[in-house]
């Protein structure tokens, strides 16, 4: 199951509490020989690209770094904890309970120290009394993931997205003659001259029912695109679907779209080569026999290394 939002605790290691010790001397003598404890393991965030949602951490509610080792006697100092290294897919946002952004993991390897170790405490050598560890920082955070991909492919079922995608890429997603829809949004690379990602987004499987099934869990994932790709039926009525679409779209504009370029895709173009969308600047493809694939991928390429360059400058 693709997770994209969790709520989750991180607890930095506490540190080792100090000894209390006593050694004993000649002519009943004593001296406190307690060392300090050592210090709690600290928790940092680290970007990887080998993961793709956070499913992993669906079952914990609590991330815990260790503890520092107490102190030992003989000013024996106690070991210190090793540090938590959490890894996240890229493209996750962590933000406090109060919706404060802390950090948006878009780079690989970027790294966060979020939570920091308590210090060992002190032993009783050259002191009176020893005292105990400090308890490490503690953070209330939710990751939010927002996929990373340079073309967003959207529409309703059994328009053919999954079926572009396995045509213009190495990985075959669930395609068949019979309708069905895609459960979680579908990442693929493409090479054309150059190399970018694709990404489908679960349809919009009910005109009436548009928001509980893609409303802002999956439509957030077109955040850092750069190009959105409306996929439309041509045996259907496209004005309609297309209109639809983009005033579903429209409802998250606001948050989650910038410079986003919108291309209506009209597919199945073989079955009905008359179909277009009068006065709209439009591509037509069929994914079946691959006419006007090539040209849509050229077009991909070039707005999306378009805006690489831009951003760049």
């Known amino acids: 199951m693709f997770v994209d939002l969790l709520n989750i605790s991180l607890i930095a290691g506490k540190g080792g509490d100090g000894s209390s010790s006593l050694k004993r001397l000649p002519k009943r003598k004593f001296l406190n020989d307690g060392g300090d404890g050592g210090k709690g393991g600290d928790i940092t965030l680290k970007a990887d690209n080998n993961i793709f949602d956070l499913s992993f951490l669906k079952i914990k509610h609590t991330f815990r770094s260790e503890n520092g080792f107490c102190g030992g006697s003989n000013n024996c100092t106690g070991k210190d904890a090793e540090d938590s290294v959490l890894k996240l897919p890229l493209g996750t946002r962590v933000v406090d309970k109060n919706k404060h952004l802390i950090v948006d993991l878009v780079n690989k390897d970027q790294e966060l120290l979020i939570c920091r170790g308590g210090i060992g405490g002190l032993g009783n050598f050259k002191r009176e009394e020893s005292t105990p560890g400090f308890?490490?920082?503690?953070?209330?955070?939710?990751?939010?993931?927002?996929?990373?991909?340079?073309?967003?492919?959207?529409?309703?079922?059994?328009?053919?997205?999954?079926?572009?995608?396995?045509?213009?890429?190495?990985?075959?997603?669930?395609?068949?003659?019979?309708?069905?829809?895609?459960?979680?949004?579908?990442?693929?690379?493409?090479?054309?001259?150059?190399?970018?990602?694709?990404?489908?987004?679960?349809?919009?499987?009910?005109?009436?029912?548009?928001?509980?099934?893609?409303?802002?869990?999956?439509?957030?994932?077109?955040?850092?695109t750069k190009l959105v790709l409306i996929f439309l039926d041509a045996t259907s009525d496209i004005d309609q679907d297309y209109k639809y679409i983009l005033s579903v779209l429209e409802e998250y504009k606001a948050e989650y779209f910038q410079d986003q370029f919108i291309l209506p895709v009209i597919n199945k173009i073989d079955l009905n080569p008359e179909a277009k969308l009068e006065g709209i600047f439009h591509k037509t493809i069929s994914s079946l026999n691959g006419q006007g694939v090539d040209e849509l991928l050229s077009f991909c390429e070039t707005k999306c290394y378009e805006q690489k360059k831009d951003d760049s400058c």
Do not use: C, W, Y
């Open 135 to 224: 308890p490490g920082e503690e953070r209330d955070v939710i990751f939010d993931l927002r996929l990373m991909a340079d073309v967003g492919v959207v529409g309703f079922t059994n328009t053919g997205k999954s079926s572009f995608l396995s045509k213009v890429s190495n990985v075959k997603d669930k395609v068949s003659e019979f309708p069905f829809f895609t459960k979680s949004p579908f990442l693929a690379s493409v090479k054309a001259s150059k190399v970018f990602t694709i990404m489908e987004l679960p349809a919009i499987i009910s005109k009436n029912q548009h928001k509980a099934i893609f409303g802002e869990r999956f439509i957030k994932h077109l955040l850092r």
